[in-house]
């Protein structure tokens, strides 16, 4: 049973390029929530999603970044227009529904932006 | 605001040299508090929930304990393999989601 899938690994982008991160949640998940990790800080929440449906995005910069979770395929981070400060740790998390107990968390997209 | 303040930042512990490991916290109604392990270039993995003051759970070496202002990650006997960085988080009783606050983290090094 696979466990969330992140994809990139590693994406390096220049100034003013678009990133794409890509999650495919568990097996049986609909719900993903996606976590923002900055050099010497904590985990930020920024989004979370049910299928074909933003719940809360009220972790998100509000330019720039969007977040989607089509009926079939991945949820897909989108960073337009990247700056250096979008440097970091992206990781995506699902669950099976609300109000679980735990998270299942992805091992992350290092996103460097030159 | 909802605030989690982990302490201390990071711990040098020898194998056997049982310790703790502090999580303080100031949320509007606890909905519950979460304990990860994160391994170096991994996501984190859930070890705990505590739902209400007084409440204790333990897994292996590991025990979780919560008052109404800080929860205890208490490590007897580590090993080498507990290494890690230690994540407490929290969640308000205003969402029925997992919208999760996280301190920064305890890193935490056993020496054989």
């Known amino acids: 049973n696979a466990g969330v899938m992140q994809n990139p690994r590693h994406l390096v982008r220049r100034r003013g390029q678009e990133a794409r991160l890509r999650c495919s949640p568990m097996?049986?998940?609909?719900?993903v929530y996606w976590y923002r990790q900055l050099p010497e800080e904590g985990l930020k929440f920024m989004v979370y999603?049910?299928?074909?449906?933003?719940?809360?995005e009220s972790g998100m910069p509000k330019e720039r970044f969007s977040a989607e979770f089509p009926k079939e395929g991945p949820s897909i981070l989108r960073i337009q227009q990247v700056v250096r400060g979008d440097s970091a740790a992206y990781f995506c998390a699902s669950s099976p529904r609300d109000g679980v107990e735990k998270l299942f968390f992805g091992s992350g997209t290092q996103l460097s932006v030159l | 605001e909802d605030q989690v303040t982990q302490s201390p930042e990071a711990l040098r512990l020898q194998e056997g040299e049982s310790s703790s490991l502090n999580c303080s916290y100031t949320?509007?109604?606890?909905?519950?508090l979460f304990w990860y392990r994160q391994d170096p270039g991994k996501g984190p993995e859930f070890l705990f929930t505590?739902?209400?003051a007084g409440e204790e759970k333990e897994k292996e070496r590991l025990k979780a304990t919560l008052t109404k202002k800080e929860s205890f990650l208490h490590i007897t006997a580590p090993k080498p393999e507990d290494s890690a960085t230690y994540l407490c988080?929290?969640?308000?009783?205003?969402?029925?989601?997992?919208?999760?606050?996280f301190g920064t983290g305890t890193r935490l090094l056993v020496s054989p």
């Open positions: 097996k049986g998940h609909s719900h």
């Open positions: 505590l739902y209400s």
């Open positions: 949320v509007s109604g606890l909905r519950g």
């Open positions: 988080a929290v969640q308000a009783g205003n969402t029925g989601f997992q919208k999760l606050v």
């Open positions: 999603l049910q299928k074909e449906n933003i719940i809360d």
